[in-house]
């Protein structure tokens, strides 16, 4: 069968991913190559060389038939993310719809310093091993898990931490819920719990956390207005904004977090490219030391508080 003709009147993969490449380069989506490539990826459950080798055969009514309902998605404005269902953060591969967030390339950088600031404290670090159990777990949360990311990328990294995962929003547990149940024995280390901020932790845990790690909302209300519309029609508003300033949400962390910290324990806190020194000063004035940290492009991205022994 010639490349990207039809069989039986069917287009071939090869002339599907062209034929939706070029409806959502038309619709001024830079990245059409790769969204094409995914969508078909999604529809036919094959990957990289295995749709390459696959790409001159017919493509079923069925990954037709999905592939039509994610480009219709997908032209209506809809982030490539949940049009697909699902997305990579870490190596994980995450399902994600609206009523979470969007993982971030920003918060993998969370989650890396955070690894390194508790094996700066000497926890061990490494993939944990599913044959050998710790007997002296410590416990580590990710307030505001939305997804579940962070909490599944630590659980991944740190063989002996039990990860509390919490969110204020029930749907946005759902949907982590249904992360930790999709990564095997991994997941029988994460615990799930709903709640203001640290309310959503037992008691027992007052003064035990190593490390809490939390990507809290961090936009200005009066920005709201000024961001892309892909995020603002699309993504949920309580996940992003806080307050006037932005900063509530830090603050109350920050303000908390030095009662259920252990004594050395690290809060890390993922802010916005101009809070920096607004978010150390608010961590410093409440005892902590601080500092911060920036990302790739160079803009403030991640307080870094150590709570003193
Ligand atoms: C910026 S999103 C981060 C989601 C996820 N951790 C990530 O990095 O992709 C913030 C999350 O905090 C949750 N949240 C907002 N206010 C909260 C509160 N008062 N207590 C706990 N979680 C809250 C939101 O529901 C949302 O899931």
Redesign the pocket.
């Known amino acids: 069968m010639a490349d990207g003709g039809a069989g039986e009147g069917r287009p071939t993969r090869n002339g599907l991913k062209r034929a939706v490449e070029a409806r959502l380069a038309d619709a001024g989506i830079a990245a059409a190559d790769d969204e094409a490539r995914w969508m078909l990826e999604e529809a036919s459950g094959l990957e990289g060389a295995e749709l390459i080798a696959a790409g001159r055969e017919p493509a079923t009514h069925q990954e037709e038939r999905r592939i039509a309902e994610m480009v219709e998605r997908r032209l209506g404005g809809e982030p490539i993310q949940y049009v697909l269902g699902s997305w990579s953060f870490r190596g994980l591969d995450l399902f994600v719809d609206h009523r979470?967030?969007i993982?971030?390339p920003e918060?993998e950088l969370v989650v890396e310093i955070a690894l390194e600031e508790l094996a700066r404290r000497g926890e061990r670090r490494g993939a944990s091993d599913p044959w050998t159990g710790s007997s002296s777990r410590y416990p580590v949360a990710?307030?505001?898990?939305?997804?579940g990311?962070?909490a599944l990328a630590l659980v991944a990294e740190l063989p002996d931490a039990e990860i509390w995962a919490?969110?204020?929003?029930a749907d946005?547990l759902a949907v982590a819920r249904a992360n930790v149940a999709g990564s095997g024995a991994l997941g029988a280390r994460v615990r799930l719990a709903q709640g203001?901020?640290f309310t959503?932790l037992p008691d027992t845990l007052r003064g035990t956390l190593r490390l809490v790690v939390s990507?809290?909302?961090y936009v200005a209300r009066r920005a709201w207005e000024s961001l892309p519309a892909e995020v603002r029609d699309h993504e949920?508003a309580?996940?992003?904004v806080s307050g006037e300033s932005g900063l509530d949400?830090v603050e109350r962390l920050v303000a908390d977090g030095r009662e259920w910290l252990a004594p050395g324990g690290v809060l890390v806190v993922e802010i916005g490219a101009d809070q920096g020194g607004r978010a150390v000063a608010i961590a410093r004035d409440a005892g902590y030391d601080a500092e911060v940290r920036h990302d790739l492009v160079g803009h403030d991205r991640v307080l870094v508080t150590h709570n003193k022994s």
């Not at 990710?142 to 997804?147: C, N, Q």
């Not at 919490?166 to 929003?169: E, F, H, K, L, Y």
């Open positions: 979470v967030l993982p971030r918060t990710d307030l505001g898990t939305g997804s990311a962070i919490t969110d204020v929003d946005a203001d901020w959503a990507n809290p909302p949920p309580r996940a992003l949400d």
